[in-house]
Each structure stands twice: as C-alpha cells, then as structure tokens.
C-alpha cells in the first residue's frame, strides 16, 4: 500500500479529470457529483498519510525514467503540508466554482483543466526528486493556460500570453538550474537536511549560480519581484481561477518548490554557509514592501488582493531564509495559512461581482448590511493578513519576528512592521467602507436578490467555511493538529536530524 | 523461424494486392495486414531484447556477396515505430478517406511500398541496400505527395522528387567511391576497413550532402514544407514522422557505426550549427505561417535540426557523453515521430471539419472540437519538450551530454528551440480559444479524434516509459 497511496491520490483527480473531459457538455449533475465525490475521496487519503506519516511511516512511490534518473512520488511531513491544503481547498474551491460558473458555457473544458491543475498541484506536493518536481511544475503551467483564458476575450487571450511568457521562461531557467545540478551531483534526490553538505568547496560557485537559478525559476510562480508581472495580469480570470492561483496552486507551488530547493537539495546549514539565504531574504523583504505599496495605489478589488498576494507569498520566502527553526515554521505556516485567507478574500471578491456588480473598492459603501456573511468573512481575512490576533496570519508574523530575532536579522522586524502598517493601509478602508460607510442608492448591477441567503448559497457556503478556517488556525494554533504544530513537526525533523 | 523476412515480405505482398486487386475492401484489409507487421515486430523486439542483435542473409549467400539483413536493438525499435504508426495511420487514412474517393484508389499501394522500403532501410546492413531502400522510399512517398493530382500538389510534388533525386546521386557517388577503394559496402565491414584519405573524405562528404538534402536539413529544406503541409493528412503524418527519418538514420549509421574516427570535430560542429540554424530558422517560419498545416511542417523542419545535435555531442567527445547524445537523438526521432505524427492527424481533422486552412480559421474552435485539438496539445507538449513526454526526456539527455561535454552553446539552442517551439504552438491556442468566433463545422467521424490522441498519448507515454528503448538503443559495438 506505500507504493501505491501517492499514486491513488494523485490518480484521483487525474482520473476526474479525464472521466470530465469525456462527459457531454450538458451532463451538470454527473459532473458535478463526479468532481466532489473525487475531492472527497481525495481529502480521505491525504488525512490517512497524515495519521500514517506523523507515526513516523513514509509513502514513496518509484520507478526508472531513463537512465539513472528515478521518477519518486514520497509523503513526507512536508509534502503532506501542501497536499493536505491543495486538497482541502480543491473541495471548496469546486463547490465555489459549481455556483459561479452555473448557466456559463464550456464548464466540461473548466473543470477538466481544473481537476488537472489540482494533480499537477499534488504532484509537485509529493515530488521526491527535483526531476519529478519539474514535470509536475510545469504539467502545472500548461494546465492552468486554458484556466487563464477561459473567457476567451482578448484580454484574457493577452493575459494568458503574458502568463506563459514568464513561467515558461521560469520553466527553462528552472530546467537549466536542475540539469546543471544533475550533472554536477549525479542526482537530484529531496533528503531531510540536503544533499550537498558533502561536496568540495570548488564547486561553491558553481553551486550559488545553480541555486539562483532555480530560485529565479520558482521566483517567476511564487511571484517574487521583478518576475511578478503575470500576476495581475492574470486577474482577469474568472474569480475561482485566481482563487486556485493565488492561495492553492500556482503561487504555492512555486514557494514549495524554495522550502524543497532551500531544505531538501541544498540543505539549510549548506544553504547558509553558502551564503545565499541573507539576500534571498532581502529579495523577499523588498517583495514585501513592494507589494504592499503596489496594493495600496489599486481600486480594483481584485487587482489589490492581487498584489497583497505577491506581498503575503515572499512572507513565506522570509521565514525560509531565515536560519533557524522558529523562522522555518513562520515560513512554513504562513504557507497554509495565507492559502485559506487568501482563498476566502478571492471568494469574496466573486461574491461582491457576482451578486452587486461590486468590482471597485469605492462601490462597497454600505455592503454589510446587505451581505453581512460575506462582509464579515472579508473582514477576517482581512484581518489575518495584517496580523490581528486571533486570526492565522497573526501567528505567521508572530514567528516570523521570533525568527528573525533568533537569527540575528534586526531589519527584517522593521519589514514586518512596515508592511503590516501598509496592510492596514489597504485593507482598512475597505473594511470600513464595508461596515461604516453609507451605501449607494443603488447597487452597480444586482444580479441576485436578496433571499433566504444573501446570495447563492453555493458561493457562500465555501466561503464562511474558509473564514472559520482562517480564525480555527489562529485560536486553536497549539492544538494538536493544527497547521502550526505540522510546522513545527517539520522544523524539527529538519534541524534535530 | 526467423522473423525478419517476413517483415519485408508483408508489406510487399500487401503492396501487390491492393494494386492488383482495388475491388477488395482495402482499408480493413491494410488494418489486418499491418496489424500482422506490428506483432512481428513486436516478436522481433522481444527476441532481440533477450538474445541480442541478429543477422539475416537472403538465400544465405554472406557479404560481401549477398544481401545482409541486420536486425539491433535500434532497427527493431525503429520497426516497432513505424509499424505503431503505420497502424494508426491506417485506421484513420480508413475514415479520412471518405471524402477523398480519387485518392483512395492509389493510397493504399504506395502506403504498402513505403512501408516495405522503410522497413527495408532499418534492417539494411550494407550501403547500396540503403540506396534501394531510399529510392525506394523516394519514389513511394512523391507518389503518395501527388495523389490528389492538383496543380499544387504537382508542383510540391515535383520539387521533392528534384531534390530527392539529387541527394540520391551525391549519395551513389559517394558509395561507388567507396566501393572502388574498398571492394565492399557491408557497414560492418567497411568500419575496420576506412582510412582517413582523400577518397575516402570525398565519398562520405557526398554521401552525407545527399543524406542532409533528403532529411531536409537547413538550408536544403525548402522542398520539404509544401510537400508536407500539401499532401493528405495521414500522408503528412507518414512523410513526417518516419520518411524524413530513414535518410537521417542512414546518416548517423555511416557515421557511427563506420566513419566515427573519421569525422573532425569541426565538421561535426558546423552539422550542428546547421542543426541550430534549422531550430530557429523552422521555428520562426512556422511561427509567420498563415496555413496551419503548413505551421506544422515548418515545425518538422525545426524539429528535424535537434537531429543533427547527435554530431557535435557525440564526436570527439568523451564516451559518456556520446552515448546520451545517442540515446538523446534517438529517443527524440522516437517521439517526434509520435508526436507530429498526431499533430498532423489532428490538424487534418480540423481543416477538415472546418473546411478552411488558414490558423484564424480556427477561431474559437475549442469548444467545438475540443477532443482533436487536445491531442494537438499533447502533441504540442512532447515538441516543446516540456514534461512529462519523450520530447522532454531526449532533451533532457541531450542537455545532460552537452553540459558534461562542457559545450554550453548547444544547451542554449536547445532552450531557445523550447522558447521557439512554444510561441507558434500557443499561437494556435491562443486562437482556438477566441470567445466571439463561432465556427460553421463539418461533423467528423470519432474515429478520427482517436487516433491522433492514441499518437499523442504515445508521445507523452514515452516521458515515463523510455526507458525501456533507450536500453536498447546502445550505442553501435565500435563506440563502446
């Protein structure tokens, strides 16, 4: 069964995926009852390697390629910690979906490429060498294109071409990066603490070329400045595409790919000794700022969460450069953690378009009387990227400053500050325009009635959950199966082995 | 009994009845006979995977009188491929055909005879055997350019056989010369045999100058295109996956397995930069190119320059690093095979269901056939060598050989022909995409669909199972 579990869950939605892409365009209620019952089953498998896996047990899955090259799918703490949010959130985001994208043509071709994305997502989760990771990373790339474009307008056709033309570049940087390392070293294996400690000082060159490489290559998806231009461009997606970009997919997968980069093939203590951590995390810190500034000038609702994400991802960047395990947990809680705030911001975003024809910040005054879920759901996401107790993001921070304290990194508490003020800057008002400003006589263009609910419950349901979610984390961080305690789980493994 | 006759003799039978007999059903009757051709050289592979390469002489008269069939592990994967590809050729040629009733008649007869010199090419073990094999070749596959006997297709018609008919020439001069100073053409042979002089540098200069103008190397691929992008779709897929390959195989035999001390290392740089040239300059035309078809017979073009890599990686280099750059050419010409053979199929079926040929034509036609031009996006994946797909894994080991050969600048070239690669295959997305068109089209028969996305599935197969032909694509015994 340890073999073939990885493959299982990976198989679960590639299967969904091509049983979807089979099915007659009108055939809503299969689809649909097919998709959910595949996250389902999905999130059932993932829980059972994360009971399995935190008893000490591993899943590999391996076979030969070519030559000396071996194609390894392994859950690992670390693995599990992506693939445990990309399937949690693969639920809600399909339930989500099914709601915003009812009566819309061409729903067949979006749930197949997003079923698609979803495997290609846990794929890169499970990725035990970097060989695998680059196949996953880019089936991930190609996967999303068709999600980007969906509404076939020319902006969204201009949009896709921006998108392939960076992360297909990332992909070719990323490639170089894994061949030259391959070359080098012979393999290209994720192990615990790294694979170069051993390797002559020669090679320190060689290696810091190869590890900005690789980084710039999973920069481009983990939008770290300057290689974030895709990112709002791709906004024009429909609202569950830039949720599953921005929180599960895209984004992630390319921070993933640096936490492996940074702990599995180069290992930290080698990381630091060579030198590279201290500007990576100036790169993310000046990510931070920038981002947070660049937010703060959008009225766009969407094209500002757009840029806060580009801001909240290199947080994560920030924690892993960080030397020590309390700045890896930072890094690595701030992973999930940003994923179900992030998720639940986009979802309300979909909901102000969907039900009002709210797409610019200054249409919201008043929004909370009307949607008082949705606008409290907002508010606690909201809430959670500034860093205001109770709520996840709080605990993100929190360690991050530890982090950085521990590490001897005075300046990065100035970063933490800074951007939080500038978070407070940009998400303040909305807030209160939300709830205290008075509204509009009338609505932009009201598209669903206020009845029994607010709006459609297949939008709000998913919703509400991600904002409990987002609050759950933060008050219940200590509780044994909290994302935080899985970090914490992870450091150690890390740093005490 | 000793399978490999029979692969020979198969074909040419079937060759024989379609031609005597065009009242048979001969499209069920093809499906039945390649399907034969196909577990031979099923049998074959297996056979030569366990007891290793075997030899052949008709009528058992041995070199260097008689004719010596060679069967290694490289001439049995290629007869798997073509056989693979034969087959679903065949079973769309089956339901494409209906609406070509002229063409038909002849089709099947040349399909047969190109089968057998294809097939005649891979188990040659001497240089004029090849020459048959390739005028054979030549003659079967203008034929099959020409079938529907238009002004156009006339004239690409024509200019391929020009072309081809040169290089053949430069190619026999070459063999006569060598056959002058040696007294034999057996490849085997002539290995221990060849002596760096003048004669001898002539006769494989010409030799290699007519192999490049028929595999349509840059700058002698012009005939190629419009005999490609004009002909039939299953022929495009045949011409284009296995014709343009068996003078490229010929090539690197001469030079591998005989003339590999032979070569400087600065003619094998400049066959790659030929290959580099072929990258960019294909690429780019296909990129400006209003027909589709013809976008994809300029990606052969491109696609056929990471051929010439195998030159500049393997010669004069260290051993590793001539056995992936083998490895890497070969398992490339595997799934680029595979591969454009699907894009050709898919890219028929749409011309044909739209009824237009230009790209805009296909405007927003996504959502009417989204099964073809999803094997069109597989195809696509495996030629731009992302992965997972055979296209990815040959470059990957053709990166590997460069980078452990330190020769960076054919690293580039092969990332720039990614780049180049994706920007006219996305162009056809990009298109396929577009919301506000709404394509007038032809229902096509299912059948069709299928078998571009069996090819195309193949191609990405390759990314997790090559490793399986890359054993037994070893190098010749000579490098070893």
């Known amino acids: 069964m340890s073999f073939w579990l990885p493959l299982l869950v990976l198989a679960t939605s590639l299967v969904a995926a091509l049983f979807i892409f089979t099915l007659p365009e009108e055939r809503h209620a299969l689809r649909g009852s097919f998709n959910l019952l595949a996250a389902l089953v999905k999130i059932a498998l993932v829980g ?23 194609f390894v799918l392994r859950a690992d703490a670390l693995s599990l910690l992506f693939a445990g949010l990309s399937s949690l959130l693969w639920l809600f985001t399909t339930i989500y979906a099914m709601g915003y994208l009812e009566g819309t043509p061409q729903r067949s071709r979006f749930f197949g490429f997003f079923s698609l994305c979803v495997a290609s997502t846990m794929g890169v989760s499970m990725a035990g060498n970097l060989f695998t990771f680059l196949i996953f990373f880019e089936m991930l790339t190609l996967s999303t294109y068709p999600l980007v474009v969906h509404k076939g307008t020319a902006e969204a056709l201009r949009a ?10 990332g992909g070719v940087a990323l490639l170089v990066g894994i061949a030259s390392l391959h070359a080098l070293v012979g393999h290209t294996e994720f192990i615990e603490t790294g694979v170069l400690r051993d390797v002559s000082p020669d090679l320190y060159p060689a290696l810091t070329a190869i590890f900005i490489l690789l980084i710039a290559g999973l920069g481009v998806k983990a939008a770290i400045v300057p290689l974030h231009g895709w990112l709002p461009a791709a906004m024009v997606a429909p609202a569950p595409v830039s949720a599953l970009l921005h929180a599960v997919a895209v984004v992630k997968a390319g921070a993933f790919g640096v936490v492996r980069v940074i702990y599995n093939v180069f290992g930290v203590e080698f990381s630091y000794q060579l030198g590279v951590l201290v500007p990576l995390a100036a790169v993310a810190s000046f990510t931070i700022i920038w981002g947070s500034i660049q937010a703060l000038r959008q009225s766009d609702i969407k094209k500002r969460l757009a840029f806060s994400t580009v801001s909240q991802v290199s947080y994560i960047i920030l924690g892993l450069s960080l030397f020590g395990p309390i700045g890896t947990m930072g890094g690595l809680v701030h992973l999930l953690h940003q994923g179900i705030m992030k998720v639940t911001l986009f979802f309300c975003a979909g909901i102000f378009a969907e039900t009002l024809g709210i797409t610019r910040i200054r249409d919201l005054n008043g929004v909370g009387k009307r949607m008082p879920l949705t606008s409290a759901a907002f508010t606690i996401g909201a809430f959670g990227m500034i860093g205001i107790p109770p709520v996840a993001g709080f605990i993100s921070k929190w360690y991050l400053g530890w982090g950085a304290m521990e590490a001897g990194l005075h300046w990065v508490l100035g970063v933490l500050l800074v951007s939080s003020l500038l978070n407070a800057a940009y998400f303040l008002p909305v807030i209160y325009r939300l709830w205290f400003a008075r509204p509009a006589p009338e609505w932009p263009d009201e598209q669903i009635p206020a009845g029994r609910f607010e709006t459609n419950p297949w939008l709000l349901i998913p919703t509400v959950i991600t904002a409990a979610f987002s609050l759950g984390a933060g008050v219940f961080a200590a509780a044994a199966w909290s994302p935080l305690s899985w970090a914490e789980l992870i450091a150690v493994r890390e740093y005490l082995s | 009994m000793n399978l490999i006759p029979l692969l020979l003799v198969i074909p040419l039978a079937w060759a024989l009845l379609s031609l ?13 006979g390649i399907v034969l051709q196909l577990g031979t050289a099923a049998m074959l592979w297996n056979d030569v995977q366990i007891h290793g390469a075997s ?25 798997a491929m073509t056989a693979l590809i034969a087959v679903v050729c065949a079973f769309y040629a089956i339901f494409y055909l209906r609406a070509y009733e002229k063409e038909r008649r002849y089709f099947w007869p040349l399909f047969w005879f190109l089968l057998a010199a294809l097939n005649g090419i891979w188990l040659a073990g001497d240089l004029f055997n090849l020459y048959v094999g390739l005028e054979l070749v030549t003659l ?13 297709a006339l004239a690409a018609g024509l200019r391929y056989l020009y072309a081809a008919l040169l290089g053949s020439l430069a190619y026999l001069l070459g063999v006569a ?9 057996d490849l085997g042979q002539l290995s221990s045999l060849l002596e760096a002089n003048l004669i001898t540098q002539l006769a494989l200069a010409l030799m290699t100058f007519g192999l490049l103008m028929k595999t349509a190397v840059f700058p002698l691929h012009s005939w190629l295109p419009p005999a490609h992008g004009g002909a039939l779709a299953p022929v495009s897929a045949i011409l284009s996956a296995l014709v343009v390959k068996s003078s490229f195989y010929i090539l690197a035999r001469i030079w591998m397995d005989a003339g590999n001390a032979l070569m400087p290392v600065s003619a094998a740089q400049l066959l790659g930069a030929l290959g580099a040239l072929a990258i960019i300059w294909g690429g780019w035309q296909a990129f400006r190119q209003s027909e589709i078809k013809m976008l994809v017979a300029y990606s052969t073009v491109a696609q056929l320059g990471y051929l010439m890599l195998l030159f500049p990686l393997a010669i004069g280099q260290s051993q590793q690093s001539a056995i992936l750059a083998w490895q890497g050419t070969m398992l490339h010409l595997l799934s680029h095979g595979f591969a454009k053979a699907a894009m050709f199929l898919a890219v028929g079926t749409l011309v044909l269901a739209v009824g237009k040929k230009r790209v805009v034509d296909m405007a927003g036609i996504s959502a009417k056939m989204p099964l073809a031009l999803f094997a069109f996006g597989l195809a696509s994946v495996s030629l731009m060598g992302l992965p997972p797909s055979g296209g990815f894994n040959a470059k990957w080991l053709l990166m590997q050989s460069a980078i452990q050969s330190g020769q960076w600048h054919w690293v580039a070239v092969l990332l720039a ?27 096509t028969h299912p059948a069709l669909d299928l078998s571009a996305l069996l090819l195309a599935a193949i191609a990405i197969a390759l990314g997790f199972g090559a490793a399986i032909p890359v054993e037994l694509l070893t190098l010749p015994e000579e490098m070893l």
């Open chain 2, 417 to 443: 022909g990614s780049l180049i690669t994706a920007s006219y295959v996305f162009r056809v997305f990009s298109v396929s995409f577009q919301k506000d068109a709404d394509p007038q089209i032809r229902p």
């Open chain 2, 20 to 32: 005597l007999l065009p009242r048979l059903p001969l499209g069920l009757l093809a499906l039945a």
């Open chain 1, 48 to 70: 059972w390697m994360i009971i399995a896996v935190a008893n000490q047990q591993t899943f590999e899955t391996r076979f030969t390629l070519i030559g000396d090259i071996d």
């Open chain 2, 55 to 79: 030899r052949y002489a008709i009528g058992d008269w041995v070199a260097p009188l008689g004719i010596t069939l060679v069967a290694d592990g490289l001439t049995v994967t290629l007869l």
């Open chain 2, 177 to 185: 010369l060598l056959y002058g100073a040696y007294g034999t053409l």
């Open chain 1, 160 to 169: 896709g071409r921006t998108y392939l033309f960076y992360t297909i570049g």
């Open chain 2, 140 to 152: 079967a596959a203008v034929g099959m350019v020409t079938l529907s006997g238009e002004r156009h």
